[in-house]
């Protein structure tokens, strides 16, 4: 999803990248990949205006919810999601984000 603000020129200031996943406990979500708009276009509702779509397309494809993750550090972000009632499960439910590089993969994947 692209959200252009020139329609003749298609200048492109901001884009919101995402898939559909399913969660045994809360069925299917959209989860939202990666989310932007360039510093120079924010503040005038461009962002609010593609969580709309994005909230649109959830609706419409019957998804239970939409989760993401936010960098600690990105606190404007982080307030722009509460705002619109997203809700932080790294404090609410104590979940925690994490990651296997490939070097383990690859040792794990020929462990006997």
């Known amino acids: 999803m692209i959200f252009s603000s020139v329609y003749a020129g298609h200048t ?12 045994p406990w809360i069925g299917k979500l959209l989860y939202l990949e990666d989310f932007y708009v360039m510093k120079e276009y924010r503040g005038y509702g461009m962002g609010s205006e593609i969580l709309k779509k994005l909230s649109h397309t959830a609706v419409k ?25 997203a809700s932080d499960l790294s404090s609410e439910e104590g979940w925690r984000l994490f990651k296997i590089d490939k070097q383990y993969l690859v040792k794990m994947s020929s462990e006997e």
Do not use: L, Q
């Not at 919810?65 to 307030?79: D, G, Q, R, T």
């Open 12 to 23: 492109v200031v901001g884009f919101a990248m995402y898939y559909f996943t399913y969660d």
């Open 61 to 85: 494809t019957r998804c239970s919810s939409m989760h993401f993750i936010v960098a600690e550090w990105n606190k404007p972000s982080i307030e722009f999601y509460k705002r619109r009632g």
